[in-house]
């Protein structure tokens, strides 16, 4: 396989994943492995059943860890054992709704699970590079009806916003004070858009809210139809990730910064028109809506000019093709077809459509 130029300082090197028993850590960690990465990860147990990393069987594939990353000396047992040269961090509390449930353990694994890893991370002297995900909630939401940029205020109402908010207040620190008194690793912050793909079985997402509604006969309970988010495919954010991290690998210090990931503004669509997207692709399913019991903010658009001027990032996938690769994922594995053929399969797809503009 002839490697993309941002995918070569992977193959070989050691690459440790928080949150590798998750939807996004799976899909990083198979494009990882297709690269020749030794890749390792961190993580509680998958949070569903089913989930993507047994679909995938992973715990065959990674050097895999299961530990909670609030505790510090597990943290640091793990980066000592396994001296990764990058670490991309994305364990976290990712539901807004569990946030309202345990605001308590959202901040504490948001915050200070993120204080934990890269603590612990500057202290490795292999480590030379992290990347921090952290998500488009992150800024305080005026209902623009533009872009948020990365200079725009932080901000977050809401425990799970507020909490990725801080965790950014956390990663600041570090890139600017406290790395620097370490090994001098580069630190940066990724944010991401709504992220949708096959393999998420999330509670209160949408995309894995419908496919169980399908496969149950029963109605899909909308909350908020009318919302605008940035819907982004999961490998167009994993691709932002690894270009991000392969630069701070190359010691770029001015990539040590925040970065969005997001759409282009077609695929900044409501609630309701990535429904209909899906019932195109997968019809039959029904809809109900119910009246959230809790806030959620109204527009949300990401600006993803600094990404697509300073790193040559754009995303693979218009929202057709993003809603239709999610479906046919989905369908597929319902039907019987192998996850790891059809995550591989998707990825070699998306390396191909990304290739032809690198």
């Known amino acids: 396989m002839e490697l993309l130029p941002f995918e070569t300082c992977y193959s070989g090197r050691r690459v440790a994943v928080t949150g590798h028993t998750g939807f996004t850590g799976?899909?990083?960690?198979?494009?990882?492995?297709?690269?020749?990465?030794?890749v390792s990860g961190l993580s509680l147990d998958p949070p569903t059943d089913p989930n993507l990393f047994t679909a995938l069987s992973l715990a065959d594939k990674v050097d895999s860890h299961i530990g909670d990353i609030r505790d510090p000396g597990t943290v640091e047992?793990?980066?000592?054992?396994?001296?990764?040269?990058?670490?991309?961090?994305?364990?976290?509390?990712?539901?807004?709704?569990?946030?309202?449930?345990?605001?308590?353990?959202?901040?504490?694994?948001?915050?200070?699970g993120t204080l934990n890893v890269l603590e612990a991370a500057r202290h490795q002297a292999e480590?030379?590079?992290?990347?921090?995900?952290?998500?488009?909630k992150v800024y305080r939401n005026n209902e623009w009806e533009w872009g948020y940029r990365e200079v725009d205020p932080l901000g977050g109402t809401d425990p799970y916003s507020a909490s990725k908010s801080a965790c950014e207040m956390v990663v600041h620190t570090y890139q600017h004070a406290l790395a620097p008194r370490g090994n001098g690793m580069l630190i940066a912050a990724a944010r991401?858009?709504?992220?949708?793909?096959?393999?998420?079985?999330?509670?209160n997402r949408i995309v894995p809210d419908f496919v169980r509604?399908?496969?149950?006969?029963?109605?899909?309970?909308?909350?908020?139809?009318?919302?605008?988010?940035?819907?982004?495919?999961?490998?167009?954010l994993v691709h932002g990730y690894m270009m991000v991290g392969s630069r701070l690998m190359d010691g770029d210090a001015e990539i040590a910064d925040a970065w969005n990931f997001g759409p282009s503004g077609e695929g900044e669509k409501t609630v309701g028109t990535l429904v209909a997207a899906l019932r195109e692709s997968w019809p039959g399913v029904d809809l109900d809506f119910?009246?959230?019991?809790?806030?959620?903010?109204?527009?949300?658009?990401?600006?993803?000019?600094?990404?697509?001027?300073r790193l040559g990032w754009e995303p693979g996938l218009d929202f057709d093709g993003t809603v239709r690769w999610?479906?046919?994922?989905?369908?597929?594995?319902?039907?019987?077809?192998d996850a790891v053929a059809l995550t591989d399969g998707q990825i070699e797809a998306y390396r191909a459509r990304i290739g032809q503009t690198a």
């Open 127 to 136: 480590t030379k590079a992290a990347v921090c995900i952290t998500t488009d």
């Open 26 to 38: 799976g899909w990083l960690c198979s494009w990882l492995n297709a690269l020749g990465a030794d």
């Open 192 to 203: 991401g858009g709504n992220i949708i793909g096959g393999g998420d079985w999330a509670d």
């Open 290 to 309: 119910k009246t959230p019991d809790f806030k959620e903010s109204h527009f949300l658009h990401l600006s993803s000019e600094k990404a697509h001027k």
């Open 213 to 236: 509604a399908s496969i149950a006969g029963e109605s899909l309970v909308l909350r908020n139809p009318d919302a605008t988010r940035p819907w982004q495919h999961v490998l167009a």
């Open 77 to 112: 047992r793990y980066l000592a054992e396994t001296k990764p040269e990058i670490v991309f961090h994305l364990a976290a509390q990712p539901i807004v709704s569990a946030g309202y449930d345990d605001p308590r353990g959202t901040f504490d694994t948001n915050v200070m």
């Open 326 to 337: 999610t479906a046919d994922w989905y369908r597929e594995f319902h039907s019987g077809s």
